[in-house]
């Protein structure tokens, strides 16, 4: 009784009419900057420091909570409706909640989305419950070599995301890494591909690869589509998923979740890793593969489930252990600070009432995503109805922006157009995007925890296969790389030997 009396008084706090209001903000608030391209939780959260001087420490937390979970499904609907992703976690979801769109299945993709996520936010909620103390002390083992094989891990997986040839998604995975080093370098500060641009010195932003290749790069190929042609008015379909879609979604929903929590937990992991580990495993494990990238309903599931899953348990090393496990917690951490609270193990002991406030409420706040997005699709979708020659201009306008508001700099504008011409002559000659983005998210990953091992190790490769979750994670590389081609090489075996 000990450990639930606080967890029930925790609830108390959140029925507060001042908290509960946060908590509606929070998660509406969430839902905008998603749609929004470009701005992103963590932006909108550092915007709203300010705001929570004048705000009660438990109330303000609650809020900025909402905004950050909100966000990830608010980043599907552009995603599903524009092939736009609104946040670096709707990538993936881009690949087949767009195909369902053009097939008039848009309102499936948004419903099943908004389902997928209230439940792999919920059942992260109820975890971060029980194991956060568990789960917690088992982040703590992470050190560079873990985090260089979760990222090769990750770059493997993301081969396997590309609708087209494994080769070209390699090939695309490698751009995406030699994109992902130019700037500086993360520890000798020397300047590496800028040419001698000091625009270039910080590097790339993510929003203008993923904006530029996903955003510009579709518009464009999808004017060309429908030049000389009037665009057809697609049939957006029920907003409720059929029972036949929440059967097919069952099991990437269930998957979604477990892989969400256990990599959002991870520092480096995070939302964008789970949903793109999310689609992987879906594509890995689904009967027909060859439907995902044309309209695969789980496609949408399970990443959809993963990056809800992943946004709240990544609270779990911020509250319990003071280690923020992705840019937006660590801006919620400077949040904390500024209201005299130090994130850390004696937090659940000194402030239970703001601990399990700050939990609890992500139970309401996902109650009230799932209420207001269900009606809301409705909405949403009527955008598929506007004609390309008004949407285009207008979804440029917006993308343009987004990517302005997040460095100020004109030169960003210019940078995403450029990679926009890529994505559409990408696209043209049957190169898929998706594997290069991501490659991209987990290339500064990479190569600063590979070169913070090389110093531990003394440049000895063999270190890795001393730590015991870094040999691991290499073993599980080496068995995705060995196992296909084996088990597709003794099925012909056997189809000759039946023959």
Not at 37 to 48: C, D, E, N, V
Not at 68 to 92: D, K
Not at 286 to 296: D, L, N, Q, S, V
Not at 330 to 349: C, E, H, K, N, S
């Amino acid at each position: 009784m000990d450990f639930f009396s606080p967890v029930i008084a925790g609830f108390g706090v959140v029925f507060q009419p001042e908290n509960l209001f946060y908590c509606l903000l929070g998660v509406t608030l969430g839902m905008l900057v998603g749609v929004l391209p470009g701005l992103g939780p963590a932006a909108t959260i550092a915007i709203l420091l300010p705001v929570t001087y004048n705000i009660e420490p438990t109330a303000a937390i609650i809020m900025l909570a909402g905004i950050f979970y909100g966000a990830q499904y608010g980043g599907t609907i552009t995603s599903v409706l524009l092939r736009l992703p609104g946040e670096a976690s709707s990538v993936v979801t881009a690949i087949d909640g767009h195909e369902m769109a053009r097939q008039g299945r848009a309102g499936s993709a948004l419903g099943i989305a908004a389902i997928g996520s209230f439940i792999g936010g919920t059942v992260a909620v109820i975890a971060l419950t029980f194991v956060a103390p568990l789960v917690a002390g088992f982040a703590l083992d992470f050190g560079p070599a873990e985090y260089t094989a979760l990222a090769l891990l990750g770059i493997l997986l993301v081969s396997t995301l590309g609708t087209g040839s494994t080769t070209k998604s390699i090939l695309m995975a490698t751009v995406g890494l030699l994109l992902a080093t130019i700037g500086q370098d993360p520890l000798a500060g020397t300047s590496r591909l800028t040419f001698g641009s000091d625009q270039l010195l910080d590097g790339i932003d993510f929003v203008i690869v993923a904006m530029g290749l996903f955003g510009v790069g579709e518009i464009l190929y999808s004017l060309e589509s429908l030049r000389g042609k009037s665009a057809p008015a697609p049939s957006v379909g029920s907003v409720y998923p059929s029972r036949k879609d929440l059967g097919e979604s069952k099991g990437a929903i269930t998957r979604g979740s477990l892989v969400g929590f256990i990599l959002g937990i991870l520092p480096g992991g995070g939302a964008t890793m789970s949903s793109m580990v999310a689609y992987a495993v879906e594509k890995k494990t689904a009967k027909h593969p060859e439907r995902f990238g044309k309209g695969a309903i789980q496609g949408v599931a399970g990443p959809e489930t993963a990056n809800n899953a992943a946004a709240t348990s990544s609270f779990i090393p911020l509250l319990t252990l003071g280690i923020p496990a992705n840019a937006t917690m660590a801006i919620m951490f400077g949040a904390l600070l500024l209201q005299g609270i130090t994130p850390g193990p004696l937090l659940v002991q000194e402030k239970p009432d703001l601990f399990w406030g700050v939990v609890n409420s992500m139970y309401v706040g996902n109650i009230l995503l799932l209420a207001m997005s269900l009606p809301l699709i409705g909405i949403f979708v009527k955008i598929l109805r506007i004609r390309a020659a008004i949407l285009a201009p207008l979804t440029i306008l917006i993308t343009m922006i987004g990517v302005y508001t997040v460095r100020m700099n004109v030169f960003d504008m210019f940078l995403m157009v450029g990679l926009g011409v890529v994505g559409y002559l990408m696209k043209k000659v049957g190169f898929e995007p998706g594997p290069l983005v991501l490659a991209f998210v987990l290339g500064s990953l990479l190569e600063s925890s590979f070169r913070r091992s090389m110093r531990l190790f003394d440049g000895q490769l063999t270190g890795f296969f001393g730590q015991p979750i870094a040999a691991t994670l290499l073993v599980a590389i080496l068995l995705i790389i060995v196992v296909p081609p084996l088990s597709r090489t003794l099925r012909k075996q056997r189809r000759k030997a039946a023959a």
